[in-house]
């Protein structure tokens, strides 16, 4: 069996290379198989909400795309490492409905939104799972039991036909790449793997990924493109140390910190313990009222008295 190529990384490809027309097959080919439906690119969608900064414009791009069953989606195809990444992805797809939606339009122009998200970093804490799906849905509050429209009032509602089990709010997918154990069993399976690894192994049959090995081999880069390319990974490997040496600095400030709140509470206690000794002393001597010894000690006169009645019961015992 041949050897996989090394690719370039997904991430670097959505910004620099993707975004040719010549290049749609490779998303198609992706967003085909994560949907299980064939999907055709209509067009790129430069929006003003596609490049708000440097990194948007760096690992994003939006598409209108077509289905095999008719239906026109816009799509969001994001790879991300940011913080407030949930945050972000409501901004982002709540933006392109805006963004494509004219001044004035009826609402039944709002087109369905799909956001694709690609993570290189972790977002969530023991699970198991890497690839995950949500949307939003309705359920009764009483019965538990999830809102589905009525055939018949579906395009009145929605102002077109969807798909039983569809809706119109934006449907999300997150595919969190380092959770991948390089197990394939389908062939959504065979594109994360290529995330992962970028590379292509030479069995993956799953719809345009053998194209993507051909367009986005490393070896056939220009090598003014290859050389910028191998800065990106630089840049990104320091990026990624920063990050986890801040939350390791960040994790060792913690416990300092929680450490001097310790030892501060112990003090505080051992400080009121020595309070309670001095009053009690004077208490013994029988020369000083309560107020006058709380105003000495700085407790307060109630301590003072129930100190008093402590070692009256003490003595009495």
Excluded: C
């Excluded at 791009?61 to 816009?74: Q, R």
């Excluded at 112990?266 to 001095?278: D, L």
């Amino acid at each position: 069996m041949n050897e996989p190529r090394t690719l370039v990384s997904f991430d670097w490809a959505i910004k620099n290379i993707l975004r040719d027309k010549a290049n749609y097959d490779v998303l198609e080919g992706f967003l085909s198989t994560l949907l299980e439906k064939d999907i055709k690119i209509l067009s790129l969608l430069e929006s003003e909400g596609n490049q708000q900064n440097e990194s948007d414009k760096f690992n994003r791009v939006d598409l209108m795309v077509e289905s095999a069953d008719g239906e026109i989606y816009v799509i969001e195809v994001q790879a991300g490492r940011e913080r407030y990444y949930l945050q972000r992805l409501l901004y982002g797809s709540s933006k392109l409905i805006v963004d494509h939606m004219g001044l004035g339009e009826s609402f039944e122009k709002v087109k369905k939104v799909i956001s694709v998200s690609i993570l290189y970093f972790l977002l969530g804490e023991g699970e198991n799972d890497y690839l995950y799906r949500g949307t939003t849905e309705f359920h009764g509050l009483n019965t538990k039991e999830r809102l589905v429209l009525d055939p018949r009032k579906r395009r009145a509602a929605m102002g077109r036909e969807i798909e039983a089990g569809d809706n119109v709010f934006p449907t999300y997918y997150l595919i969190e790449v380092e959770r991948f154990q390089n197990i394939v069993r389908k062939g959504i399976d065979e594109w994360v793997y290529f995330f992962k690894n970028s590379q292509v192994r030479p069995d993956f049959g799953s719809k345009n990924i053998q194209a993507a090995a051909e367009k986005l081999d490393l070896l056939k880069m220009p090598k003014e493109s290859r050389r910028v390319y191998e800065k990106y990974l630089i840049d990104r490997a320091i990026e990624k140390d920063m990050f986890e040496t801040a939350y390791e600095e960040g994790i060792e400030q913690g416990i300092k910190l929680g450490m001097e709140q310790w030892a501060g509470q112990k003090m505080e206690k051992g400080i009121e313990k020595g309070k309670s000794e001095v009053a009690e002393n004077m208490l013994r001597m029988g020369s000083l009222t309560p107020d006058r010894i709380a105003r000495i000690t700085g407790l307060s006169e109630e301590t003072v008295k129930k100190l008093a009645k402590a070692m009256e019961s003490n003595i009495g015992s």
